[in-house]
C-alpha cells in the first residue's frame, strides 16, 4: 500500500529513511528526536554535527547507524503560533522536502511521525491533514511506500466536524447482525418459477464479465490511464499487474472498495463492482458504512478515507 497509516515507534520502523522531528540546531532534543538519537548511537550526531544546522520547513539527510532505517531525514516543523506565520506552509515544505530528498536518493520507503504535533504544539487534527495531503498529492505521482507513525493513540485527531458527520452516518444507519437474520427469516421463500428465474440470473452473471475485466473496462470508460487508477486506489503497481493479468484475479474486499473510490463511482455502480468479486456493502459493518459515507458526499479522496477509517479502528483501503 503506498500510504500507510500505522501505530508504532518510528525507531523500530523497517524503512529505507525515517523522518525526524528536529530543530533548528539538529544537535538532538527530547520526543521523536530523542528517541531517534538514542536508537542510532553517538555517531548520529556526530554526523549531525557536520550538518551546520537546518531552517524550519527544510530537510537534509544522514545515515541511520544502529536503527533498522539506512538513512534519517531530519526535518524542522514550524513552532504552532495561533496559525497566522506560515506554519501550514512550513510545515507543508517539512513534508515535501522531505519526500523530495528521498526521491533524490532513490529510497523506496519512509516513515513519517507527526512533524510538529508534540513540543512544537501544533494542533493534532490540523498536522495530521497537513501530512495526508502533502503526502497524498506526492503519491498521486510518484512511487514510493509512505508510512505515517502514529505513536499514541491521542496524537491522531481527526477535525471534530468529520468525526461528528461520520458517526452520525454510522448511527443512523447501522444494523446490529441480529436485526438483519431477523429480516432475512422474514422473506418468504421463493416459489419454483422464482428459482427458476433466480438460477437463469446466476447463470447470466457467471457468464458475464468478470471482476478484472470489469475493472479495465471502467478504467477505459473513465479515460484513466492505469497508473492513475492505481495510485488514486493507494494500491502498489504489483499488485495492479496481477489484476491485470489475470482475469479470474479474486480481489480483497478492501482492494474492490479503494478501486471504486478511484474510479469515483456511484453507490449503485459501486454495489456492482462488489458484486463481481462475490461481495455486498453491508449496514452491519463500520468500515462499508465509513465508505459508503464518503462515496455519499462525492469525496474520493482516498488517503483522506484511510485517515477516516484509521481513526475508526478500521482495515484501510488499498491492501
Ligand atoms: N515514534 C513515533 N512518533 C513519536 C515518537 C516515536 N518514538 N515519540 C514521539 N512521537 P515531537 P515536534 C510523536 O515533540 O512537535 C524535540 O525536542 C509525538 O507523539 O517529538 O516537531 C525537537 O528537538 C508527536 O505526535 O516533535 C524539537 O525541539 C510527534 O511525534 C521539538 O521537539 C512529534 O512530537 C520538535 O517538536
Redesign the pocket.
Known sequence: MPLEIIRN???KVQADAIVN???PTLL????????IHRAAGPELLAECRTLGGCAVGQAKITKGYRLPAKYVIHTV?PIWQGGSKNEEKLLTDCYRNSLALAKEYQLESIAF????????G?PKDQALKVAITVIGEFLLKNEMTVYL?I??RA?FQLSEKLFASITQYIDDRYVEVHEIRRELFAVEAPTPVQQRKRNLEDLMEQLDETFSQMLLRLIDEKGLTDAETYKKANIDRKLFSKIRNNIDYKPSKPTVLAFAIALELTLDETKDLLRKAGFALSPSSKFDLIVEFFIAEGNYNIFEINEALFAFGQNLLGV
Request: aromatic content about 10%; glycine content about 24%; cysteine-free.
Open positions: 515507534d518510528i525507531t522531528a528536529a530543530n538532538g532534543g527530547g520526543g521523536v528526536d530523542g528517541a516543523g511521525p507527526l512533524i510538529s504535533a508534540g513540543a512544537y501544533y507513525v505513536y499514541d496524537s
